[in-house]
């Protein structure tokens, strides 16, 4: 008989185009199924676009998940949340393991793709603790709970402090998700009534005295039009543009360590753990011994 291997992701649409890559980069993965509960309804159209050799399926929010057959190849199950939830943590929080529960049954390992956003996730070990399956969250090299995107783009929680710290004043902050798809995303997080006047968000950024649009590039979309859309934005809301060289390394540690747990198994993970102090030491531990074989 052969044992399926299958990772769950749940993950945040502002790191939307993270996802696709680290998923569409994965050789060993060939088939990928999508619950997308976004507006957008874009990420599938980026992992066919960016791995047109991978089965992919999309579906929406109302589709039974267990109704779908998945092949005995490596697969992933991607449940894409809107932006829309991050107005209220405790939701956000409750919403995501709701959809643990209900892909639960089909995974072998979980990927919480979200830092703690608002702390939502916060005291992450004991909101798992009812998890069947072994989980991963985003986290930096020491092993902490990354801040929000912006720290997953930045690096870490160390990086992202400095980086907050060299600022000459408050700054607005815009991945290539949010850069794209900003006018959305402010009326879907209610800073926007009409995508067409921005005025009530110009009053808010205002009263909060920001003074720089920051662009995160990490390298993932054209990096013309990035700084094109981070220079509209700037001029829009009357802001200085600035661009910051962004880094994929939380995304793909914390990838890696979710799918070393799948090549080996919980049970090796939860052994290794019990040694080794940090979740990318564990990973690359566990790949180690997978090599060895």
């Not at 089965?55 to 998945?70: E, G, I």
């Not at 060289?245 to 198994?265: D, F, M, N, P």
Request: charged share 25%.
């Amino acid at each position: 008989m052969t044992i399926k291997k299958v990772l769950g992701i749940v993950g945040c649409q502002v790191l939307e185009d993270e996802l696709s890559y680290i998923v569409a980069s994965d050789i060993e993965v060939k088939n990928v199924l999508i619950i997308d509960e976004t507006v957008q309804q874009t990420i599938a159209k980026k992992i066919q676009r960016l791995a047109p050799g991978k089965n992919v399926s999309c579906f929406d929010q109302n589709y039974d998940v267990k109704q779908f057959q998945l092949p005995n190849d490596m697969s992933v199950i991607i449940w894409l949340k809107p932006i829309s939830l991050h107005q209220s943590p405790p939701l956000l929080r409750e919403e995501v393991f709701k959809v643990v529960k209900k892909i639960e049954p089909l995974i072998n390992s979980l990927l919480i793709f979200y830092g703690q956003c608002g702390k939502a996730f916060r005291n992450f070990e004991m909101l798992a603790q009812g998890i069947l399956v072994p989980v991963t969250i985003l986290r930096d090299k020491d092993g902490a709970l990354i801040d929000d995107c912006y720290g997953t783009e930045l690096g870490g929680n160390e990086e992202y402090h400095k980086f907050l710290i060299e600022q000459r004043g408050p700054s607005y902050m815009l991945n290539s998700m949010w850069a794209a798809h900003w006018r959305n995303f402010m009326m879907e997080t209610q800073m926007l009534h009409d995508s067409n006047n921005v005025e009530e968000a110009k009053e808010i950024f205002k009263y909060m005295d920001y003074v720089t649009a920051v662009g995160l590039y990490n390298g993932l979309v054209d990096q013309t039009e990035f700084e094109r859309q981070v220079e509209e934005f700037a001029r829009i809301f009357d802001l200085q543009a600035e661009n910051h060289r962004g880094t994929l390394k939380i995304v793909e540690h914390s990838y890696v360590e979710a799918k070393g747990i799948l090549k080996v198994g919980g049970l090796a993970y939860y052994e290794a753990k019990k040694f080794l102090s940090s979740p990318i030491e564990v990973a690359k531990e566990l790949f180690n011994k997978e090599s060895d074989k």
